[in-house]
């Protein structure tokens, strides 16, 4: 069996990713010499066939890149599209029940929930600023993948039956997850044929035609009549390069997805809050209030100011750091029950994943990606399954198809790379909705504060804040922590075993020799692959 887990000699590369066809397929193009970009794009790619209702062709993402050069983030996420609907006519938004055996979630599909599939844009605009092979080398192995197809895995095959009303809303999504007249179970193979002559197609002629041609004509007539994307969304400018979030903590200089997306700076608030306080609490109960300090700024006012001007400098401002601190000092000595509420929206699922790379050079990057759930609807012929970001309710807080034209939906996907004297030594990410947030600071306090390796720092049990409930994996803390944890007012729902709920983070450490040690989260599949 593969570990998930293992340390290498100086100067070599390493993947950590959420399913061994897709570390493989990066670790096989930094064994040719491509760099860490080059392998993200074989990762993502095969991702498509190995991970098929996490991420998609469809769908969106983002990638920071550091080590070589000045870091930087692309943006190839969703923005609200400029369509309208015409008065007295409703934009298809199906309300979809998707049962997770102990609790029910709707999911918004169709039509009215695709935004314009920015992902394969951005691999292809990383690959023309900073790849090394020629991209046809690079995205060899997801063609491969998609033709030749991937066995599924019990994981991937229990995702594919739980969004069985999703896979099987339209005729054409039909007929890419149940091909022989019932869904694709574990063991059988997952071929997307269509999608290998898709790619192919765009390394031909350009990935302009995927945006200005005839499949971008495709995308937007399976959208029509009840959607809101238009050729006009599709010929905009599709990726954005952003400066990081670029924060000082734990010794060290986090980097993240700045605003407007969100998760970066909900971890730099609770990361930073927690490396001020630590030592004046037992870890869970501290972490327990950092992050619910986060989820509070969230529910106050941090999304309605996401897109503000310094948005980054405003939250962490050490004034707002001061009073958050003290308020969790009063609460830590006096044990008062607040009465605000902290309940954020969220998806169960949490239908991401994530990919670390580092290259013999030095160079990481740390990708990210979603397709929603997808929006049952696959363009004809072309084997890209469309994203519902437009109707995921936790990136839409207030309400669906709210935002002005144009305008970058506010992910809470945040891959990141830690910074010590100069150089990354971490790099992560993580799926799961609004819980990998705490999924990502929880791995790096673990590995940064108690000095934990990086198998036992992304293995370690979980906990999640909804409110003043805290979800805990099995062996979260000792019967003096949950006292404590109680006495202040939180109640415990305890989880009987690990979960795809707590988040996937796949993490690669690099110590000062250049020494490497990844881990793969076994909670969505994770494992990893070196060269």
């Known amino acids: 069996m593969r ?3 293992r340390t290498t000699g100086a100067r070599r590369g390493a993947v950590a990713a959420g399913h061994p066809a897709t570390a493989e397929a990066g670790a096989a193009i930094l064994r040719m010499g491509g760099n860490a970009v080059d392998a993200a794009i074989a990762a993502v790619t095969t991702s498509f066939t190995a991970e098929p209702v996490l991420t998609s062709a469809g769908g969106g993402g983002f990638m920071l890149i550091a080590g070589s050069s000045k870091p930087i983030l692309y943006d190839g996420f969703a923005r609200m599209p400029s369509g309208r609907m015409p008065a007295g006519v409703q934009s298809e938004l199906k309300s979809t029940p998707i049962d997770f055996g102990d609790s029910v979630q709707h999911f918004h599909i169709g039509q009215g ?3 314009a599939p920015s992902l394969l844009a951005m691999l292809f605009e990383t690959h023309r600023q900073h790849g090394c092979l020629p991209l046809a080398e690079a995205i060899a192995p997801g063609m491969d993948a998609a033709r030749s197809g991937i066995r599924l895995n019990d994981l991937q095959a229990s995702f594919i039956q739980l969004l069985r009303p999703i896979l099987t809303d339209t005729t054409d999504c039909t007929a890419l997850y149940a091909p022989h007249g019932q869904l694709l179970q574990a063991g059988d193979t997952f071929h997307n044929k269509a999608l290998a002559n898709t790619l192919e197609m765009l390394l031909l002629e350009g990935i302009d035609e995927m945006y200005h041609g005839d499949l971008a004509r495709a995308i937007v007539r399976s959208c029509m009549p009840y959607g809101l994307l238009g050729m006009d969304d599709m010929r905009a400018k599709q990726v954005q390069a952003r400066r990081p979030l670029s924060i000082p903590l734990f010794g060290g200089r986090l980097l993240s997805n700045p605003p407007p997306s969100s998760g970066g700076l909900l ?8 490396d001020q306080l630590k030592g004046e609490a037992e870890a869970p109960a501290l972490l327990a209030e950092c992050l619910r300090a986060a989820s509070q700024l969230r529910c106050e006012y941090f999304d309605a100011r996401i897109y503000d001007d310094n948005i980054d400098n405003q939250i962490l401002a050490p004034e707002q750091i001061q009073q958050a601190s ?4 009063h609460r830590l000595r006096n044990g008062e029950t607040p009465t605000d509420s902290t309940t954020e929206a969220g998806n169960r699922l949490g239908s991401t994943t994530h990919i670390s790379i580092v290259d013999g050079d030095g160079m990481v990057v740390s990708v990210t990606t979603s397709n929603g759930e997808g929006a049952g609807i696959v363009v004809p012929d072309s ?3 469309l994203n519902n970001i437009l109707g995921e309710a936790d990136i839409n807080p207030f309400g669906f198809h709210t935002l002005p034209a144009g305008r970058s939906l506010s992910s809470m996907m945040a891959p990141s790379v830690f910074i010590k004297n100069g150089r990354p030594s971490i790099v992560l990410g993580s799926g799961g909705s609004n819980r990998l947030r705490g999924a990502i600071l929880q ?4 590995h940064l504060l108690l000095g934990e390796s990086m198998e036992a720092a992304v293995h370690a049990p979980r906990l999640h804040n909804e409110n003043m409930v805290l979800d805990a994996e099995p062996a979260c803390f000792n019967d003096a922590q949950r006292q404590q944890l109680i006495s202040l007012g939180w109640s415990i729902r305890d989880w009987r075993q690990t979960s795809i709920y707590f988040g996937g ?6 110590d000062a020799h250049g020494h490497l040690q990844a881990a793969g989260d076994p909670r969505r599949g994770g494992t990893t692959a070196f060269t």
């Open 3 to 5: 570990r998930s887990v």
């Open 113 to 115: 929930s695709v935004a």
């Open 267 to 274: 971890i730099a608030f609770a990361a930073t809050l927690l």
């Open 326 to 329: 003290s308020t969790i000092r």
């Open 383 to 385: 084997g890209i399954h």
């Open 443 to 446: 791995v790096l306090s673990r």
């Open 505 to 510: 983070v796949h993490a690669i450490a690099i």
